[in-house]
Structure formats: structure tokens, C-alpha cells
């Protein structure tokens, strides 16, 4: 069974960090990029960074660029999302899912999903 399970979002500061796990199962890892995405209420998704198996990368537009670093650890089959420098409109439920063909920055590509995490950036 495919699974997708993203973990270490909670409520933080502005100017706080998190950093987000997205654990994955029922596949090989190796054979699938990995994309965060993030989705803020009445707001469409939006792609935040991939990562594939040569840890080749890809981020999203200058809202992300240079506060959130994605990377991934096969052994654990697990994929990292470290962001800094938080902010009130990066509050957002966010998403990692697996992509074995596509665009990374096409959320419609992907081919599983995690349930998502919760993050609130606020003081």
C-alpha cells in the first residue's frame, strides 16, 4: 500500500522555522520525485520544491526562494522540507506527493499524495 505520511507542521512565530518529514512507503522511492506543495484556504495549490534521486532540485518562485530547502535521505525514505524565515502567509496546509513521470511543478503530474500538515505562522 502507497503512503504518503508528512509530519512536523505545527504553529510557529513569525521568523521561526519548522521542518517538515514526509515519509514514504509501498514504493521505491528512488524511481519517484518528491514535491511539496502547499495549499492556504480559498487559495489554489502551489508548488513549493522537488527532489528527485540524484537530488536534483527544484524550487518554486521567490516566495520560497532562499527560506525553504528541500532534501531526502533513501535510507529512510524520507523527504525534508526546512523553512526559516517564516512568515504569516506561509500559513497553509502542506502537501508532499510522488511523481514518477511529469512536471514537478504540475500538481496534476503527481501520482500520490499525503494527507497533508498544518502549518500557522503567527505570534
Known amino acids: 500500500q502507497v503512503q504518503l505520511v508528512e509530519s512536523g507542521g505545527g504553529l510557529v512565530q513569525p521568523g521561526g522555522s519548522l521542518r517538515l518529514s514526509c515519509a514514504v512507503s509501498g514504493f521505491t522511492l528512488e524511481y519517484y520525485a518528491i514535491g511539496w506543495f502547499r495549499q492556504a484556504p480559498g487559495k489554489e495549490r502551489e508548488f513549493l520544491a522537488a527532489i528527485d534521486r540524484n537530488d536534483i532540485r527544484e524550487y518554486s518562485s521567490d516566495s520560497v526562494s532562499g527560506r525553504f530547502t528541500i532534501s531526502r535521505d533513501n535510507a529512510k525514505n524520507t523527504v525534508y522540507l526546512q523553512m526559516n524565515s517564516l512568515k504569516p502567509e506561509d500559513t497553509a496546509v502542506y502537501y508532499c506527493?510522488?511523481?514518477?513521470?511529469?512536471?514537478?511543478?504540475?500538481?496534476?503530474?503527481?501520482?500520490?499524495w499525503g494527507q497533508g500538515t498544518q502549518v500557522t505562522v503567527s505570534s
Open positions: 506527493a510522488a511523481l514518477n513521470v511529469g512536471t514537478w511543478s504540475r500538481g496534476d503530474d503527481y501520482d500520490y
